[in-house]
């Protein structure tokens, strides 16, 4: 009976044990981060799609998300990533990195 509760454990082992190969390789922790500097000249300008992938570009994050007025929006941190805020004229109010 031993031998029995004891040989389904044996067999799950060998999936266990290392490969000896590597995971995959870490991106640069620059690649593709944000930066705000210089994004406050933008503030009161009319959100469009055409601000959007050049606060983008100026920025150099890899995603933007848009953050309108009274949205509840997640505070997980992305370095990725821009938030840009408008009020209810559409117009910019903040455009931060996160």
């Known amino acids: ?14 999936a266990c044990a290392a490969t000896g190969t590597q995971g995959p390789a870490t991106p640069s922790e620059t690649a593709g981060n944000c930066e705000a500097s210089g994004l406050d000249a933008y503030v009161g300008r009319k959100v469009t799609s055409k601000l959007g992938a050049e606060l983008l570009a100026k920025s150099g994050a890899r995603s933007l998300r848009w953050g309108a007025p009274g949205m509840a929006m997640t505070m997980d941190f992305r370095p990725d990533r821009l938030t840009v805020s408008y009020d209810e004229q559409m117009l910019l109010t903040s455009a931060r990195c996160g």
């Open 1 to 14: 009976m031993r031998a029995i509760l004891v040989l389904p454990a044996l067999m799950i082992l060998p």
